[in-house]
């Protein structure tokens, strides 16, 4: 990581510290302040807006550990995510455990599925490795429908709200705050696991898996922690959804958002934690302005059909995944890093 | 690498404008001479179709309303005061849980005080926050499952569980008047979506069965099929079904049954079959597109046929002519959507009764208007007319039948609700 002129680092801590100068500590501390403060000042909708980006965050995060980092695309994580959703609801709505025990479970159990899923991944890569994780998605959905009286089936599953110390986080400020908590916790842990020697051989595998396994990396047990790491992160990101709407069913988790966590991740830039948090709010805040513009827009044209006004989200979001692919394919998380270096080396920069 | 700095500066720069965007709406401060209507519209997706011609009435209704300050020729009794306006607020929710979310929160925040449903992914996801908020919620679905228990969402057309019992209570007249003896064969050919599935519950099963069918299986084709369901048709051939139940919309149904006509599959063909879809798949849509082609297949708890003689057509096409001359809607939901809007305002107006329009909050409207619309005439398009109160979200009281004949819409019979769903 590049630092302002003038500044040496001379421990290996130092060197190591993800934030290192005061500056960036006293930015993060003040965009702690402003984010903690925020259901004192957002109204209703931006904290569910902020709730929303803060439950794909995680998801998010888990799905670059497992793609971004150990290079396992995977097009089945909003299945997962499902995994973690219906374990947490069946525990709180139908065994009475708390949300606080149902939430490590989720994470848990989302993990093992994952790793089932994960298995072909030594043989397979690439697309083929694609169609079996769509297929998790598909079969997880599948079972979710089947075992009705378990699940509630295509009825779905009412949810008790999480409750600390006997009091009901119903609030939409509340649950933004745990929500922020527990996305700040995925942050933290998914920024250091890349610093470890599971990070270095999560990228080991990425960049050349033969390479790797000569090395001494034993590929089947690191893809599947991959895949167990990102599946957690899936899980508790279900499990935080469905006890956000009071609610488990399968059209929480369609298909169509699988493909939209990935092509978050390509926006933000894959293999960057910041990258990561970077796709999700671009492709969110995009898609709700997308959806304030379409009424608008239909109300100044009225030629346009409303219909047409209203798909503008999809086709922007389209538009976005293709530039980005086109002109920046290492995301927006590495657009910013040149930004800072061309204005740190400003008036000397190219 | 100036240009692309530029051109990221620009667009994290149109960011920060939504964001900022977003926060304005937040934040908005609502108008207190304005009812608003509306609510959350599927315009993308397998209900597009359906949710434009829905949005389409909304906003020729409210138009009518502020011309004439009635709320339709019939009610000429029921009037709004000259200085209130009523203001359609929508957003597209894309049929997704979390975008319903958002919509619904910055809708409320823009001062709406109802709310409107496309389907099962946002009833499911939206009932327990609109009964915790006490907003009240017309809709164009009738998925038994976001109506139980039933809270604050409320219907203008049959249980789709109620609409199957009411066209298995018709085929089983039909075959025993045929002089049939043997059980008839009943199988669910339904989406494979929770529209679809909504029917597939044990409670429904019971009934079939106790009412003299033959209960076979279920066979799933997808909400918007891309090859035509052969497999699952010859399932039914080799397994002798003479009925089937299920929920499709139109783009599910019509490629159905065009396969099934290619299969030799009908009432009138080489295989006796009959094919009963719920109202989502509308024969107002299904037969200017599949003719005769069509003949013989079933929709059941929809709205009266588009040339109906009836005071609901005649005033839909009324508002057609008067405020989208050049751009005429042809589908259907066109009148779902003069119909809920017409609802949204009726309650917004016994609310109004007790309170005044600056105190109105979405407690009254569901107190004293969505519980207390009894006998609510919508001109006919309905069976019958809407009432609703609590428990009571299903607000006809009848399922109309009606099959494709000679290339027409006929009705062919109407049968009492049987309350299928074991909470309603």
Redesign the interface.
Known sequence: MSLPSGIFQESYGQDMAIFRTKLQWILLLAFLVVLFTMPLY????????TT?MGISIISVLGLNILTGYCGQISLGHAGFMAVGGYVSAILTAKLGLPFWAALPCAGLAAGFVGIIFGLPSLKIKGFYLIMATVAAQFIVIWLI?QFRDVTG????L?VPRPELFGYVI?T?GAYFLLVMIIACLGTFFAKNIVRTRVGRAFIAIRDNDLAAEVMGVNLLSYKLLAFFIGCVYAGVAGSL?VHY???A????F?FGDSVWYLAMLIVGGMGSTSGAIFGV??LK?????M??A??ALATAFPAI???AA??L??IMRGIVIAIFLI??PRG?MH?WE??KA?FRRWPFS? | ?KK??S???ILCAV?LV??L???A???GTTNNKTLYIGGT?A??GAY??D??AV??GFQDYAKYVNDNHIIAPWYTDRTLPDDVTIEV????D??????A???Y??L??RGLLVERITG??EG??L???LN?DRVGATSQST???YL?PPETIFTNAPIYTDQMAAAAEWFLEKWTAAGNTAKPRVAYLTADS?LG??I??PEMQAYLENLGYEFVGSQFVPMVPATPPTTQLLWLKDNNVNLTLGCMINPGSQPTIREAVRLGMGPDLDYKITFVFANPSHLQVFVPAMGELGNGVVVTGDFVALDANVAGVQFANQLQATYRPSNKISHVMYLDGVLEAMTQVEAQRLALQHTTIDKLTSLDILEYGYYKITNFNVGEITISPLTYGPGDVEGVDMVRIQQVQDGKIVEVGSYPLRHIYKHL
Do not use: H
């Open positions: 957002a109204s209703d909708k931006i904290l569910t807006i929303m429908l089936g295509t009825d779905g009412a119903k939409k959804l709407f009071a609610f069913d399968t059209n929480m369609p709010i671009a805040l995009l898609d709700e302005a959806t304030l379409g009424p059909a409303a219909q209203a798909s989200s999809l002109f920046e927006l657009r040149l930004i061309y190219v | 690498m692309i700095n051109i990221v500066a960011m939504a964001l965007t977003l926060t709406c937040g934040g519209f315009l993308t597009a179709e949710c434009a949005l389409a607020l929508w957003g597209d894309q049929l997704s849980a979390d975008k979310l958002s919509i929160d910055d409320k925040s099962s992914p499911l996801a009932k327990d926050i915790l998925t038994p499952a139980s929770s599935r909504g597939v519950i």
